[in-house]
Structure formats: C-alpha cells, structure tokens
C-alpha cells in the first residue's frame, strides 16, 4: 500500500440524521488498517460537502424537467432508435408545428 493516499472527508462523518455510526466508525477502522499496511491517511475539511445533496438535487431537477418538456421525455442526443410509440402515447394530442 505504499504510496497510496487516502482522505477522509470531516464533513462525511457523523452527520445527524443521515450518518450510521457503525458505518462511519467501520470506514476509519478501514482506514487505520490501510495505514498499517503503508498507505498514507488523512483527514481533510470540504466545508460544501454536506451540501452537495442540495446542489445536485437542484441540478437534476433542472435537468429533469428540460428532458420531459424539450426531449418530451424521450432523451436527447441519442443516435440509437426512439421508441416512437411511447413518445406519441406521453405527450398526448399532437402539438402545432409538430
């Protein structure tokens, strides 16, 4: 294991609510037995980490809602075949100019 380095991120353990404590505890029991094997551990501050889930909700969101209003839920950049059935069966009456 000798020049592996490994980070343990501050704001990923015990978080209320959504931590397991048998699950962060057996993580750094993970990380001091890679330690022992030569790797190099430590443990870093990412202040924006615990809201990560926030910003990647708001993203996918986003993004969500452009594929079922602009792909009409089919996708976009697909070359592959579009099962074109569905995509008349989702977006109902026919829209003008399509």
Avoid: C
């Avoid at 704001?11 to 209320?16: I, L, Q, W």
């Amino acid at each position: 294991m000798r020049g592996l380095h490994l980070a343990l991120v501050r704001e990923g353990f015990d978080v209320p609510g959504l931590s397991e404590p048998d699950v962060d505890a057996a993580v750094r029991t993970a990380a001091r037995a890679y330690e022992t094997l030569g790797a190099q551990v430590s443990e870093v501050s990412i202040p924006w980490h615990r809201d990560g889930l926030h910003l990647w909700n708001a993203i996918a969101i986003e993004g969500a809602t452009a594929l079922m209003v602009a792909g009409e839920g089919m996708g976009t950049n697909w070359k592959g075949r579009y099962t074109t059935g569905l995509l008349t069966a989702f977006r109902g009456a026919p829209r003008p100019g399509r």
